[in-house]
């Protein structure tokens, strides 16, 4: 927590924010006058278990001047920091640091103008509109109103837009997919030749007018309501770690639309007559209902999710 309230209002702040808990000690660092006294105490509270860091102004500055990998070696490890006395310079740097030391993803909450710099530093940030005026609302990514509002923000409109996300960027992923290898496919059948099989008109009908409808109508598919999201966390799990939309998932429509090219384009061809028209259509038919079926395939998983919870 980067604040420049003093350290005692501060404390307080930590502890109705359940930053701490009763198990929880309190370590300050405060008041420190030259390095030295910043190693020995870090150091100290290096070898504590369960303590809450607490450090002000005078005493961040110098940690981050002179020592800044130790400090945050300590802090990281630590259940909870509080900054006291901070600058909005100050913030800024303490948000940049922790990206330079870790490769998690940062988010910034603030409600003032002191608080732009660290909001805008930050891979996320979000403004809370409040008494200290839309600063921060303003130079955010997102606004919310009150505090409470954030596990809202985070737990369903969070989770609700990685899913949908990732959902489509599939489904997009799979379109030019298949129709590149069905292109490749009629080429290599036909010796290499550079006639298209599908022309710029049929391309453009199955990207928008045939599949765009029963595509996007999996954004309106939800797997849980907003209750269970809110009441169960362990439901953000998957999200946290990046299973909707990775290299496994990219892996598994690729070879989804290599097989299911391959099996249009020869099915179309030898099950057929052998002329190009007929190529085209059946072709171009078949199309069109594998993406129908991988639509109802992916409402039938989100359909079968909602039953097992």
Not at 40 to 65: H, P, R, T, Y
Request: with cysteine; glycine share 6%.
């Amino acid at each position: 927590m980067l604040t420049g309230d003093k350290i005692e209002t501060a404390t307080c702040i930590a502890i109705s924010a359940g930053l701490k808990n009763k198990n929880q000690k309190l370590f300050y660092l405060r008041d420190a006058k030259n390095e030295e006294e910043v190693i020995l105490q870090l150091n100290q509270f290096k070898n504590m278990e369960e303590s809450v860091l607490i450090i002000d102004g005078s005493s961040l500055e110098i940690a981050l001047a002179y020592q800044e990998r130790l400090f945050f070696e300590v802090s990281i490890k630590a259940p909870s920091v509080l900054c006291c006395r901070c600058s909005p310079t100050q913030k800024s740097q303490i948000v940049a640091t922790i990206k330079k030391y870790t490769d998690k993803r940062i988010c910034s909450i603030g409600d003032g103008g002191n608080d732009v710099a660290m909001i805008q530093e930050a891979h996320v940030g979000i403004g809370i509109v409040g008494k200290e005026g839309k600063q921060a609302s303003l130079a955010a990514d997102y606004s919310i109103t009150k505090f409470k509002h954030l596990n809202l923000l985070l737990l369903w409109f969070g989770r609700l837009s990685y899913k949908n996300t990732s959902t489509i960027s599939q489904f997009v992923i799979h379109r030019g997919l298949i129709i590149s290898f069905l292109q490749f496919i009629f080429s290599i059948m036909f010796y290499c030749s550079s006639v298209p099989l599908y022309n710029g008109v049929l391309i453009s009908g199955y990207s928008s007018v045939f599949t765009a409808l029963p595509v996007i109508s999996l954004l309106l598919d939800k797997d849980t309501d907003i209750n269970n999201v809110v009441k169960f966390p362990p439901l953000y799990k998957d999200l946290q770690k990046g299973r909707g939309l990775n290299i496994k998932s990219f892996l598994l429509w690729f070879f989804k639309s290599v097989f299911q090219a391959a099996i249009i384009i020869f099915g179309s061809t030898f099950l057929f007559d052998s002329i190009f028209l007929k190529i085209v259509t059946i072709s171009f038919t078949c199309l069109i209902f594998a993406e129908l079926l991988n639509v109802y395939t992916e409402v039938i998983y989100i359909i079968f999710n909602k039953l097992i919870r």
